[in-house]
């Protein structure tokens, strides 16, 4: 079943592919030169006639999102190549901007004649655009992985703020309980991101610790600290066990929070 990434994959990857219609299109309409150098079939001409003009704000407002969401620091880059500068002193090959070819501004000579290629000025400025657009398709599954971490880091902060409000009111067990989940949850995370495989469905702190450590995800004195950090989890889970201490929970909801801060 598609997922909602899978979704956003497919939407970067649709506005990429209409940047390629687009490009050729406005390749069709202002640049004859170039366009007979790339020997366009009839056919193809067909299908992009008109895309330019027709998606371009669509498609600017759409990829600015991609962008902005997956690689902000080539934002104010990608929205300079349309906005023309206010403060510009005249219209020159370096000034002008996709905005003003959609509109028409031209900067003509005494005679009425271009004073510097217009077209070719608005196609750079798209073509910058469109190399944004593609490395914002290359960034796209490791910008998702860090927003997938920061929020599972935030819930999980959130849940080891539970389990100190439960040690703080009496509830040994219960806040120790609390921590020992996350510590499960982020070892299994972990896991999945090396590729290291754990065979049993619900596995315990200490069935994913050693196939970590065997992978090298982590040294021995890693290792180590998480197997304590296991055996502190057992005396808040089994009554058969003695009872924890209040230290030892706080050591518990200690530790689990440095581990899921410096284990990726």
């Known amino acids: 079943m598609p997922t909602n990434l899978d979704a956003l994959r497919a939407e970067v990857k649709q506005l990429r592919e209409l940047s390629d219609r687009m490009s050729l299109d406005l390749i069709l309409e202002a640049l004859p030169a170039v366009a007979a150098a790339l020997k366009i079939t009839p056919e193809r001409k067909k299908e992009v006639a008109g895309a330019f003009r027709a998606n371009y704000q669509i498609w600017y407002t759409a990829a600015h999102e991609v962008v902005r969401q997956l690689i902000p620091a080539r934002l104010s880059e990608f929205d300079e190549a349309y906005k023309a500068d ?44 469109r190399q944004i657009l593609e490395a914002a398709e ?19 902060d959130s849940e080891l703020d539970a389990a100190a409000e439960l040690l703080k009111k009496g509830f040994l067990r219960a806040g120790g309980a609390v921590a020992g989940v996350v510590l499960e949850k982020h070892l299994a995370s972990v896991a999945t991101t090396h590729g290291v495989k754990i065979a049993k469905k619900a596995p315990t702190i200490a069935d994913l610790n050693d196939p970590l450590k065997a992978a090298t995800v982590y040294d021995i004195p890693t290792w180590r600290n998480i197997q304590r ?22 050591e518990l909801i200690d530790g689990v929070a440095k581990v899921t801060k410096t284990i990726f």
């Open 138 to 156: 290359t960034r796209f599954d490791s910008a998702v992985y860090e927003m997938v971490q920061l929020v599972q880091a935030d819930l999980f």
């Open 86 to 129: 206010p403060r510009r002193k005249q219209l020159a090959a370096d000034t002008y901007r996709i905005q003003d070819w959609l509109i028409g501004l031209r900067g003509l000579d005494i005679y009425g004649k271009e004073r510097f290629s217009h077209a070719e000025s608005a196609y750079a400025q798209f073509n910058t655009q």
């Open 229 to 250: 950090l296991g055996d502190l989890r057992n005396y808040c889970d089994h009554n058969k066990d003695r009872e924890p201490t209040a230290e030892e929970v706080r």
